[in-house]
């Protein structure tokens, strides 16, 4: 299973970015998609989930409100939608998958398939 995660970049705060994950060698459909992020010097952390079908959604309290996350199930994708972005988003973003139903959604040794991280910096 691949996960090609794209989008990152240099905005200003306030700012907004939308990242993307292409998904290859398992059936999109059967993947929980996730993210999660990790700043220099700090743990990896969860950031957002999107169920199977797309109908469920949970995000970290530090974004509620201004990330949102989404899936294309024909195009093998999952966005996270970045806006009104503050420095301390500032991290490298990965995405993430697993079969795994609707459960441990926030714990990252629970997502078999990782991405490679894709760097966003928030400038003040």
């Known amino acids: 299973v691949q996960l090609q995660a794209s989008g990152g970049g240099l905005v200003q705060a306030g700012g907004s970015l939308r990242l993307s994950c292409a998904v290859s060698?398992?059936?999109?459909?059967?993947?929980?998609m996730g993210w999660f992020r990790q700043a220099p010097g700090k743990e990896r952390e969860f950031v957002a989930v999107?169920?199977?079908?797309?109908?469920?959604?949970d995000y970290a309290d530090s974004v509620k409100g201004r990330f949102i996350t989404s899936r294309d199930n024909a195009k093998n994708t999952v966005f996270l939608q970045m806006n009104s972005l503050k420095p301390e988003d500032t991290a490298v973003y990965y995405c993430?998958?697993?079969?795994?139903?609707?459960?441990?959604?926030?714990?990252?040794?629970?997502?078999?398939?990782w991405g490679q991280g894709t760097q966003v910096t928030v400038s003040s």
């Open positions: 060698g398992h059936t999109f459909t059967a993947l929980r």
């Open positions: 993430a998958a697993t079969p795994k139903g609707w459960r441990l959604l926030r714990i990252n040794r629970e997502y078999e398939y």
């Open positions: 999107i169920s199977q079908s797309g109908g469920w959604t």
